[in-house]
């Protein structure tokens, strides 16, 4: 890596319709006088891009989404003075992208033939071929695999010939079959306009109720069911997002165009999205293989460092394993995923003493690392396993989900936690003095200090956006979209005012510099965590129990030029 390029002041992060509407609705906020230099950087979600499912995560293409951005809303962003963080998702793209579309509309023929991973072909001579047309790989290389979902991790799609073809799928997937208007069974099919208006109807129902084509029962009409099943496969839609095959030149040809993209918007910071699932080889983990994973990273940075990119590799991976400390010995800034957790139970256990010891693991190690309390994902736990002892971890679940929090659980395993979805503010138990003094930790550790707007705005756990969500719909507890008028009336709260002029003393103070002396003392609930350098010093002194703290700065002459107490 030829070393990150950033400033460490605080980033704001938000969905680009998360404030208003629009991103133009947030850059009006932010030019607002409560939140002048409280922010030297910005996160905003790949919504921006022009996506479909899971709120950006599946990227039809890189251009700016219509309906919520236009490129003077990042012009304004940088006449702002701040810099910009956009994602890049190395492992997959939608099924809506135009490579995928090519592909489905040509078969064999498309130019993107191996531009994703034909499933068969990846496997072949390595299991058997099933009736559905897959193959099931050998048990023995399959056993250590890595699974995001239940199932294997491919979908079935349809050639222009009408053969059925699995490709690699990781994550999201979903067909959605069309439902023929007695018109067209009539047109295509020649059914007697009678007859295809009660079939068009009972597939409109049954579809709905999830079955599928084959499974249909049209009663007395049952003799047209084959004629309208193909019909329905062969007009079948899909949503997804589709795993890219990193070994194709045209996928990194893809992978060079796409960050030039990112940097002619201006991005200064880009995350790497589900990069370790990007890697592939028949009888692997296939999530974080060695050392192909390092290999594709590097290959990446060498794109990414001429065009002044700051790669930021995104891994949730449990401490015991060690590969936050690995991408640090390699030169990369890291995610902090450990911070949120521990906070919390610093604030249960009344001590600081996980806290203090990650803290010097960071500064001890040099690791460059972007920290958080909440985010768009939830509160991580797996991450934790080896820094906080497996019961208090536990108990710190129990404790969230006692608070309104929902477990997510990793692809459906009940026993094998991954995060818990709730807004930091209510996993706090809605206590406004701990959220400012999560906030003044937050802002003394070491690292850039990226801060979940929703956060910022004191918000509440939203389960009745969860509820409109539906099945898979848990992480909008924490992602509640504000009105203007409802944003700016929350500026006026005390927490959230305080916490902008933590925020502006972060961004401004030149105490809050790499060059910093960073130490972190704690003996039973009481902590002091200091900054100094030759500019001066910034202490916080913090009782745990109460949350009584007392923030104060001073020059290199001695003098206090900021005091914040609780």
Known sequence: MAGH???IGPMLNLYPDSV???????????????????????????????????????????????????????????????????????????????????????????????????????WEGRGEMTAEGYRQPDEALIR??????????????????????????????????????????????????GAACAISDACREQLRQGRKP?????????????????????????????????????????????????????????RLDAFAYASKEPGRRNFLNEPETWDLLARVDAMASPLGLTLLPEIHAAYAEGTYALLAEKGY??????????????????????????????????????????????????????????????????????RGGFVKDLHGAKNAYYQVNATYFSALGEDERRLLLARAIQLFMPGKPQVWYLDLFAGRNDHEAMRRAGVGGHKEINRTN????????????????????????????????????????????????SWANADGTATLEADLGSSAFVVSVRDGLGRETFRMTQ
């Open 5 to 7: 390029r950033w400033n």
């Open 214 to 270: 084959a499974e249909l029962d049209f009663g007395p009409l049952n003799r047209h069911r084959a004629a309208v099943a193909e019909w329905l496969e062969a007009h079948r839609g899909y949503l997804g997002q589709m795993d890219l095959n990193v070994k194709s030149p045209r996928v990194l040809r893809y992978y060079r165009d796409t960050l030039k993209k990112l940097a002619d918007y201006g991005a200064s910071i880009v």
């Open 333 to 402: 800034p890291v995610y902090d995923f450990f911070l949120p957790g521990l906070l919390i139970d610093a604030f249960e256990r009344k001590s600081g003493e996980y806290l203090a010891r990650w803290c010097r693991e960071l500064t001890e190690k040099g690791i460059s690392a972007v920290n958080m309390l909440g985010c768009h994902d939830g509160i991580p736990l797996l991450d934790l396993r080896g820094l906080l002892p497996e019961a208090d971890i536990l108990r710190l679940i129990d404790t969230v989900v006692a």
């Open 144 to 193: 250590d695999m890595f699974f995001r979902k239940a199932g294997l991790p491919l979908l079935m799609v349809r050639f222009p010939d009408g053969q059925e073809r699995p490709y690699w799928n990781t994550f999201y997937q979903e067909v959605r079959y069309e439902v023929p208007s007695p018109l067209t069974l009539v047109k295509e099919l020649r059914l007697q306009y």
């Open 20 to 122: 208003g509407g629009r991103l133009s609705d947030a850059v009006f906020l932010l030019r607002k006088p409560e939140l002048s230099g409280a922010f030297r950087s910005i996160y905003v979600l790949p919504s921006l891009f022009n996506t479909d499912l899971d709120r950006g995560f599946s990227v039809i293409d890189y251009e700016l989404s219509e309906t919520l951005a236009d490129p003077g809303d990042i012009r304004a962003l940088r006449e702002l003075g701040i810099d910009l963080k956009l994602d890049f998702l190395l492992n997959h793209i939608s099924v809506l992208s135009p490579q995928f579309q090519d592909l489905l509309e040509k078969g064999d023929a498309s130019e993107y033939r191996d531009f994703f991973i034909d499933w068969n072909r990846f």
């Open 482 to 529: 504000y009105s203007l008028p409802e944003a700016e009336a929350a500026l006026a709260k005390s927490v959230v005012r305080r916490q902008l002029e933590l925020l502006r003393l972060r961004s401004a103070c030149p105490v809050f510099r790499e060059d910093a002396r960073i130490s972190f003392e704690t003996e039973g609930p009481r902590i002091a965590v």
